[in-house]
């Protein structure tokens, strides 16, 4: 099976005085589509700075990282921001919900800045999300009005607006307690069931342990899986 994300001796350099930091090593691994995988280690091992690589938020001091085919450590950031708006739907730890919009609106805010269907289409499109992650009944609660499991759905259902084939969760349950915690994973797990690729980074090894492969990393480097 092809593989939708492929690193190839990824390095990520960063630079403090004389100092050279490896954030991420030499690492090499690929996920098929709709692989549902998680990403652990402890604090300063490099997981986030790992998935803001296969996020293209960041690029690589060196190696390759291919998003669906595509080579992205040459492109412009103009191309960078078509694959994370087209490809890429990302989920925090901070829910990162506008307090003066209503749950529909924050769900469809980042189809403003997408070219594919009409606004009508995407109203229609943010209830179905909401619906799906188990907030129909929340669609005009501003975020002041929800939980913080219930904002992290909203969250989730955003991350989906723009149809991506990757989700990238860094840390999404570490703001919430075990029972809405896992109410979020078994979102994220469906969501693998039904054909999308889901990367989460965690650092509850119990939840980590719900989905088909884990990377552990630690200084920069892959372990094992």
């Known amino acids: 099976m092809n593989s939708i994300i492929e690193l190839k001796q990824v390095i990520k350099l ?13 690492i090499n691994f690929s996920i098929a589509p709709g692989e549902f ?12 700075t790992l998935l803001n690589l296969i996020g293209c938020v960041d690029k690589p001091t060196s190696g390759v990282v291919e998003i669906d085919g595509v080579e992205t450590s040459s492109l412009k950031e103009k191309e960078l921001a078509r694959i994370r708006n087209t490809k890429i739907g990302f989920v925090f730890q901070q829910f990162f919900l506008l ?6 609106e ?25 619906d799906i992650v188990g907030l129909a009944d929340r669609v005009n609660h501003l975020p002041s ?8 759905r909203i969250a989730v259902a955003r991350a989906l607006i723009n149809s991506p ?17 896992e109410i979020v994973y078994n979102i994220l797990d469906k969501l693998h069931k ?6 989460a ?23 094992d899986e």
Not at 145 to 152: C, N
């Open 194 to 199: 039904d054909g999308l690729t889901v990367i």
């Open 145 to 152: 009005e929800l939980s913080g499991g219930e904002m992290q």
């Open 37 to 48: 995988v998680s990403i652990v280690g402890p604090s300063g091992s490099g997981k986030s």
């Open 201 to 223: 980074v965690t650092h509850n090894l119990e939840l980590a342990h719900k989905t088909q492969k884990i990377f552990k990393l630690k200084d920069g480097k892959m372990m």
């Open 165 to 181: 084939k990757i989700l990238l969760a860094d840390e999404p349950t570490g703001n919430l307690d075990s029972a809405n915690a």
């Open 99 to 104: 307090s003066t919009l209503t749950a529909l």
């Open 106 to 130: 924050n769900v469809m805010l980042p189809s403003v800045f997408s070219r594919n269907g009409q606004k009508t289409n995407k109203t229609k499109r943010a209830k179905e999300l909401l």
């Open 14 to 26: 960063y630079e403090r005085g004389s100092e050279k930091i490896h954030a991420v090593d030499g």
